[in-house]
């Protein structure tokens, strides 16, 4: 089955301590993409990768550090957490040749909370 | 830069009747793509419907369609015979040329409840 998926789900952690949410794709996809959803605010892109080893800010790049080592992982690290950061994260994946039809493929969500 | 503008922070719509969720957004790219998702309470992201930006015809997947007008910029999702099912957050969303595509600019969103 085609999927991105997302670890953990959800996480409770304190300000300061370091943590990575992991993201994986089964699609060989070259595009990936890490989103957080804010209450009004929508989803914001903060970083994606147009391939292995190539990275970009979005629009929220902030606190927040990103690798693409393999080409179906997508990490997304926080290396000092803070409570600004509790949201709702998504990765995202597509083709990168994808053209304007195509939409991202979204994981099922990992829902932050720092205290 | 783009931007998605969704004016209805909440809508409320009976069974079987139908629901216009309004969508309006700004752009400079000669091409792009408006989507819509659904996001249940349970929180995944849920493709519905894709206009492109050179289609001649409106978009329909089943009861959703999308009521596009460029001229006035607007990406209108209507949603047919309401079910309970539908009650759910609803994004509209687009991409662009000038982000070679890859970028999804996100609206903040309608909620839709749906009443017996």
């Known amino acids: 089955e085609a999927q991105v998926t997302q670890n953990p789900r959800y996480l409770i952690t304190v300000t300061g301590k370091k943590l990575t949410v992991t993201c994986s794709q089964n699609?060989?996809?070259?595009?990936m993409s890490w989103y957080r959803q804010d209450p009004g605010l929508g989803l914001r892109q903060i970083y994606y990768s147009m391939n292995v080893e190539v990275t970009d800010k979005g629009d929220v790049p902030e606190g927040y550090k990103v690798s693409r080592k393999e080409k179906r992982n997508f990490p997304l690290i926080l290396e000092s957490p803070s409570p600004n950061q509790t949201s709702l994260y998504f990765c995202?994946?597509?083709?990168?040749?994808?053209?304007?039809?195509?939409?991202?493929?979204f994981g099922p969500g990992t829902r932050l909370t720092v205290l | 830069a783009q931007k998605i503008t969704q004016t209805q922070p909440g809508m409320f719509v009976q069974e079987k009747e139908a629901v216009t969720l309004d969508c309006t957004y700004d752009t400079s790219d000669p091409s792009y793509g408006l989507f819509w998702y659904k996001q249940p309470s349970s929180g995944e992201m849920i493709f519905l419907i894709y206009q492109g930006s050179y289609d001649q015809q409106n978009a329909t997947e089943g009861r959703y369609s999308l009521n596009f007008q460029k001229a006035r910029k607007s990406a209108n999702l209507v949603i047919s015979a309401s079910q309970l099912g539908d009650s759910a957050m609803y994004f509209c969303a687009m991409r662009g040329l000038n982000t070679g595509f890859q970028k999804l600019v996100f609206g903040t969103g309608t909620r839709l409840l749906v009443s017996p």
């Open positions: 699609m060989n996809h070259e595009y």
């Open positions: 995202a994946s597509s083709p990168y040749d994808a053209g304007r039809t195509d939409t991202q493929y």
